[in-house]
């Protein structure tokens, strides 16, 4: 008889801000962020560095609780309109995690803080153009799964047109 086991994972939620006036769209901007990521660090990345969405886990949040509460902590940013896109199990051969993707708006007047994580969190904020972004995917920069199907979504999906 097969034995089973998966490493049981509290579920997290992901989410790609962008802005949000005609104006600013037009710029097509998305903020990511930059931290340590020990898994990565010992596969071989030697500063350990990521970048990626703001994310975390649910802590018995619902979904899109969580990633209001975690977009000002992480970016700084209080988003708008918050929008559901999908749920994905990320590795589901012996992970039990769940993500729940959004896509949320930002603008200059909702930046309520610097950002930057709570106090064992040693997160650098990025604005960029989704553009630059999008390049980074390619020059192999930005190497967070669920950060290069949400940026990859939004350029097929033209959320960001």
């Given amino acids: ?51 990626e969405t703001c994310a975390g886990l649910l802590d018995n949040d619902e979904p899109e609780v969580c990633i209001r509460k975690e977009a000002i902590e992480e970016t700084g940013y209080e988003v708008g309109e918050v ?4 749920e994905l199990y990320m590795s589901p051969g012996g992970v039990t995690e769940l993500i729940h993707f959004f896509i949320a708006e930002y603008s ?3 930046r309520a803080n610097a950002g930057g994580g709570v106090e064992d969190e040693d997160i650098e904020v990025l604005e960029l153009p ?5 390049e980074m995917i390619k020059t192999g920069e930005i190497r967070d799964g669920k950060t290069v199907l949400l940026l990859n979504y939004l350029q097929t999906s033209h959320l960001m047109d």
């Fill in 130 to 134: 989704f553009s630059q972004a999008l």
């Fill in 1 to 51: 008889m097969a034995k089973l086991s998966a490493i049981n994972v509290k579920f997290t939620i992901a989410v790609m801000v962008r802005r949000s006036s005609c104006t600013t769209r037009r710029k097509r901007t998305v903020v990511l962020i930059r931290q340590f990521r020990v898994a990565t660090w010992v596969n071989g990345n030697e500063s350990g560095q990521l970048i």
């Fill in 83 to 86: 929008r559901k896109l999908f």
């Fill in 108 to 110: 200059d007047n909702q």
